[in-house]
Every structure is written in structure tokens, then in C-alpha cells.
């Protein structure tokens, strides 16, 4: 092939010459070299079924056929959580985040941004109130993003190398932090108590040592567990000189203190239950939150916003906190690299906590508990089905089907016949807690929909379907 057909006239650096040199600075032979990071089990390992070049209204059709096999959780009963949940959005989340003044994930800038640098400013002072912490940041693309800077910081400030993480961590969450951490950090796991389902204190004991940065540990867990050992892990953590990292899923601190209360030095979590639609490959947003510390505010590498009085009286504006720490204004020398924001879902989670206040989110968790509660106790009524742990849980619960003789698998396809979305598998994740899978109960689910799944769970355990169901 004639090299000078591969030169794209809006496509930089497609110019052969150009690609030989670059990628002799590099140190690589192909472009397709700089891909051999990613692991196979990521990569699709054949050639895309691409449609043939279509007209704009052929792509169209095209785009919407393949649109309409997608079934949705207003079509379906959806059980399904593991990370991004189903949750009310009330109206006003779409209304205020949908307006052309707000609707972009950036930030703009002081001279010419002042409506949304307030609204990110309201945002933060309500999350803020919810962690009962001083200082949030503007969110990050994800949960798993904001643990792991929430862990780079933390080794910054302590000048150690290594975390400890809990065993029973999501296992797309952990791919993220090791990827994100790596190569200046390592990672070592904690065990969870196979009965409990909380943090094994005497194994966190055997690990932490001088060159742990944190412990990092998530409240509730990713199985659901309320970790009642918070205080416990974080003076063990304090008493290494380590720093103590919560992850938090903040739907639940209506009901449950804040991790603040209990010795975080650091908390983040994830935004989506805060006013967030489910999306595939979207709607999702991380927070960082902490005291007002120097050395805790110097070391994030995104923005802050604050408010300060002009020379008007009782006017103000709203601009950024040591806007000289940021990756922004330290580009290649910056700690951390931090590009585009998702500032949208910081308003929209703004516009949710305004809106509910804290009688609303003390209403919104004790719903989702007692709701959550009443679904796993007629589950654990089902002849060869239980619910692992003893301990209390918050949205989400481990429903062991192993006794039924049955797979998740098998048992999640025979509900989705009848219309409803089984949990997460946990199956392949966590081989010791054999066919269990991950369910979650939100404030949406509905009476009806809870016993419709008792019912077809009955029906595909044991081959009887309860008529009526009580407890």
C-alpha cells in the first residue's frame, strides 16, 4: 500500500514520517505497541463488524434498530446494583442540569462562569454537611477514580508506598485503583470475616506496617455489610501511622454516621444514587471529601471552589482554592493528572441534596432498609436459598442459591423470561461464597415487584411458585 494513502487531511500526525518519528522517541516499533498495557481479556482479539458506509438517514435506522434491543429497568423489574443503583430522580435534577448554561462536564472559567462556579460552590457545601467534612472537590469521573486518588494523596502526605485494601472490594473497582496506583504504589488485601462479612481486624494487624500509606475500606461494603468496626480499623490505621480511607455510598448516611465520625481521614465514594440516571457507560461521578487540613487540601490535584466578598457589599463570588496545586496550572510537574470533570453531576447531586435536605435522606435510607430488609427475609424462606453474613446490610445483601442445586446463572436467565433482573453474580468474583449473587432494594422497588421475585424465585428453586407471601 502506498504510505501516502494512509494520510488523513483531518487526522494530525498521520503522516508517515511524522508516526517514524514519534514513535522512535518513544521507543517502540508499531503504533499497536502502545496498546500491549491493556490486557488481553479486554481487548476485542478480532476485526469489528462494522455496517458498510450508510447515508445519514440509513445510519439512522441503522442506529435505532439495534437501539430497540435494549431492554430497561422501566420495562423490567431490575434487582441488579454492584455500583450504580436504581434510584428516584426526581424531575428537577433534569431540569436544572439540562439548562445551556450548565449542560457541559467543564468548568469554565471565573471571568465568565459565575453561575456554575456558585452551583459547584452549593455542591460541595452540601456534601460537605452529608460527610461531616469540610472540603469536597469537584467530582471525578467515578468512585474507583476517587479511591485511588483519594489513596495517591494519602501516600503523598505520608510518604509511604503501599495501601491496604479489603478483600471483599469490587473486582472492576480494584482493576482501577491497581491501574491508577501503579507503579508508585503497591496494594496488599485485607481478609473479611467469612461469617460477619466485615474487615478481619487480627489479619489488618499482621499487614500494617511502616510503609502503609492508608487502609482504605468501604462502609457499606461492596457486599452490602454495615462495617461496624470503623473506629477499630481507623486507630489501628492511625496507630501505624497510616491514614484511614473510606469509601461511602452516600444514599446510606441518612441512617449511618458518617465515616468522619468514626476516624476517616478521607473519604470519597460515588454520586449516581445523588440524582443520577442508571446509564450504560455513564451517569456516574466520584467525591472526595476531607477536614480542612493544609496538608489535606494541598495534595488534590483537582479544582476547589470557594466564595469570597467583593468590593461591593454583600455581593460575592465564587472562584478557585490554590488554584497553583491543580494539574491545570502545574501540567507535566502536577502531581497527579486531572483533565475533563464530570461538573454536571456535581450540580445535579447539588439540586438532589437541596431538594430532599436532611429529613429526605434520613426518610430515603430508612426506605431502602426497611424495604431491603423485608425482600432478603422472604428470600430466606425459600426452600435451598439463604442470606449470607450476620450482620446488618444497607441496600444490598449475598443471596446464597447454592442449597437450591441450581447456578446464578441459570436461576438469573429463567428471571429474566418472566421480566425481572436478577442481582450481580458473585459466583466467579467470590468462588468461597459458591452460587451467590449480589442483590439490591432501592426506595423504587415496589411491594408488587418484591414479591413478583419471590414468587419466580420460588418457582425456578424448587419448582413451586408461592401464591401468597408474608413474613
Not at 489479619?203 to 461496624?228: C, H, R
Not at 495534595?299 to 478557585?320: C, K, M, Q
Amino acid at each position: 500500500m502506498n504510505d501516502r494513502k494512509q494520510v488523513h487531511p483531518y487526522i494530525p500526525n498521520t503522516v508517515p514520517d511524522v508516526q517514524r518519528q514519534m514513535l522512535d522517541e518513544i521507543g517502540v516499533q508499531r503504533v499497536e505497541d502502545l496498546y500491549n498495557i491493556i490486557p488481553d481479556s479486554l481487548k476485542l482479539n478480532r476485526k469489528m463488524d462494522l455496517p458498510p458506509a450508510l447515508g445519514e438517514y440509513e445510519l439512522t435506522r441503522y442506529v435505532d434498530g439495534m437501539l430497540t434491543k435494549n431492554t430497561s429497568t422501566r420495562e423490567v423489574a431490575s434487582f441488579l446494583g454492584a455500583g450504580c443503583w436504581p434510584h428516584f430522580i426526581p424531575a428537577v435534577c433534569d431540569e436544572v442540569n439540562q439548562r445551556s448554561e450548565f449542560v457541559t462536564a467543564y468548568a469554565g472559567e471565573p471571568y465568565e462562569d459565575h453561575g456554575r462556579f456558585q452551583a459547584l460552590f452549593e455542591y460541595q457545601s452540601l456534601m460537605a454537611e452529608l460527610v461531616d467534612m469540610d472540603v469536597v472537590n469537584v467530582p471525578t469521573f467515578d468512585w474507583p477514580q476517587a479511591a485511588s486518588t483519594s489513596l495517591r494523596m494519602a501516600a503523598r502526605i505520608t510518604g509511604r508506598n503501599r495501601v491496604l485494601l479489603p478483600q471483599n472490594i469490587d473486582a472492576d473497582k480494584l482493576m482501577i485503583i491497581a491501574n491508577y496506583i501503579t507503579p508508585d504504589l503497591s496494594y496488599t488485601l485485607v481478609n473479611y470475616n467469612g461469617a460477619t462479612g466485615e474487615l478481619d481486624l487480627a489479619d489488618l494487624q499482621t499487614k500494617l506496617n511502616g510503609d502503609v500509606a492508608a487502609v482504605y475500606f468501604e462502609n457499606p461494603t461492596f457486599l452490602g455489610i454495615i462495617e461496624s468496626q470503623g473506629q477499630q480499623i481507623a486507630d489501628l490505621a492511625h496507630e501505624a501511622g497510616a491514614l484511614c480511607v473510606v469509601g461511602v455510598d452516600p444514599s446510606s448516611l441518612g441512617v449511618l454516621k458518617p465515616p468522619s465520625q468514626y476516624g476517616a481521614d478521607i473519604v470519597c465514594g460515588e454520586l449516581q444514587p445523588l440524582g443520577m440516571h442508571m446509564n450504560y457507560g455513564g451517569g456516574q461521578a466520584g467525591f472526595i471529601a476531607t477536614r480542612d487540613e493544609e496538608k489535606f487540601v494541598m495534595e488534590y490535584p483537582s479544582r476547589l471552589f470557594g466564595i469570597a466578598p467583593t468590593i461591593v457589599e454583600g455581593e460575592y463570588g465564587f472562584g478557585d482554592v490554590a488554584y497553583e496545586r491543580t494539574s491545570f496550572a502545574l501540567r507535566e510537574k502536577g502531581k497527579e493528572s486531572v483533565g475533563t470533570q464530570t461538573a454536571l453531576w456535581g450540580i445535579t447531586a447539588g439540586v438532589y441534596l437541596a431538594l430532599l435536605g436532611p429529613h429526605g435522606m434520613q426518610e430515603l435510607g430508612q426506605t431502602i432498609m426497611q424495604k431491603s430488609q423485608y425482600t432478603a427475609q422472604l428470600l430466606s424462606k425459600i426452600e435451598g436459598v439463604s442470606v449470607r453474613f450476620q450482620s446488618p446490610f444497607f441496600k444490598e445483601f449475598v443471596v446464597d442459591f447454592t442449597g437450591t442445586g441450581k447456578k446464578v446463572a441459570d436461576i438469573h436467565e429463567e428471571l429474566l423470561a418472566v421480566g425481572i433482573q436478577g442481582g450481580k453474580d458473585l459466583s466467579g468474583e467470590f468462588p468461597e461464597l459458591g452460587e451467590s449473587a449480589l442483590y439490591c432494594v432501592t426506595e423504587v422497588h415496589t411491594q408488587e415487584q418484591i414479591e413478583r421475585l419471590i414468587s419466580a424465585i420460588s418457582l425456578c428453586a424448587t419448582g413451586s411458585a408461592k401464591g401468597s407471601v408474608s413474613v
